[in-house]
């Protein structure tokens, strides 16, 4: 969020991730070509506007994960460029997958050697290559919001498919998604959290608010436990 205080540098940033994140009436594809575009700059220009979604992502795996953590496998969604793998391996986390539909971003991310390995795929309609009951939980950190807010029920649907019963989904993003008096253009991204609620595919485990997501926004970190 700019203001008369920012630095030009500062501008800049805000700028440039505000492009990255696109608007409502962006597609998916445009999208990740400019992350794939800029991917060498994204981690400076995200820090420069204190992105901290990672952190409490990894924060919250660590919580549910408060032993063993070096056996549980985890498939972190919009991997990006391996910030939230970085966060997780400080915590103990050792068995990391990626999955990101930008090649650039992946390849930033090979550079840190902290995922086993790569899933160069974006969420959609499609059917993950991965087996089913493969995870113990899942992390989404940062995925652009107007990407979530497109995504189908059947996305969702494939990583409760791909992570065991008991299992974790973890999405870390913007607060104005959550509320029935939030985004408005988020109401499908409300609607597929509650029919798979009401499905009984999985369940509201935390729901924690925190401040300073990225931009000045707040952010929610939401919890599913898959049943």
């Not at 205080?5 to 492009?19: G, I, K, M, R, S």
């Not at 220009?45 to 660590?62: H, S």
């Not at 496998?73 to 050792?94: K, N, Q, S, W």
């Not at 899942?138 to 652009?144: A, K, Y």
Request: aromatic share 10%; glycine share 8%; with cysteine.
């Amino acid at each position: 969020m700019e203001n008369s205080t920012d630095t030009p540098q500062e501008q800049d940033a805000n700028a440039l991730v505000t492009f990255l994140q696109g608007s409502n009436n962006s597609t998916s594809e445009a999208i990740v070509n400019g992350f794939s575009k800029y991917s060498q700059d994204y981690e400076k220009v995200f820090k420069a506007v204190n992105f901290n979604g990672y952190v409490e992502t990894a924060r919250t795996a660590a919580e549910l994960f408060p032993s063993n953590r070096e056996d549980v496998h985890i498939l972190d969604v919009a991997a990006g460029t391996g910030l939230c793998a970085g966060e997780l391996y400080t915590h103990g986390f050792r068995k990391l997958d990626a999955l990101d539909p930008s090649m650039g971003m992946l390849d930033e991310a090979r550079k840190k050697a902290l995922y086993n390995q790569y899933f160069n795929v974006a969420m959609g309609e499609n059917t993950l290559d991965i087996e089913s009951d493969t995870y113990d939980a899942v992390t989404i950190s940062g995925m652009s919001t107007v990407i979530l807010k497109q995504l189908p029920i059947k996305a969702f649907e494939e990583l409760i498919r791909i992570v065991k019963p008991g299992g974790y989904i973890v999405n870390t993003a913007n607060c104005k998604l959550f509320p029935e008096d939030g985004d408005e253009h988020a109401k499908i991204f409300r609607s597929n959290m509650k029919t798979l609620t009401l499905q009984g595919k999985w369940e509201q485990f935390q729901f924690r608010r925190f401040k300073e997501y990225v931009q000045g926004e707040d952010g929610v970190v939401s919890t599913h436990r898959v049943l």
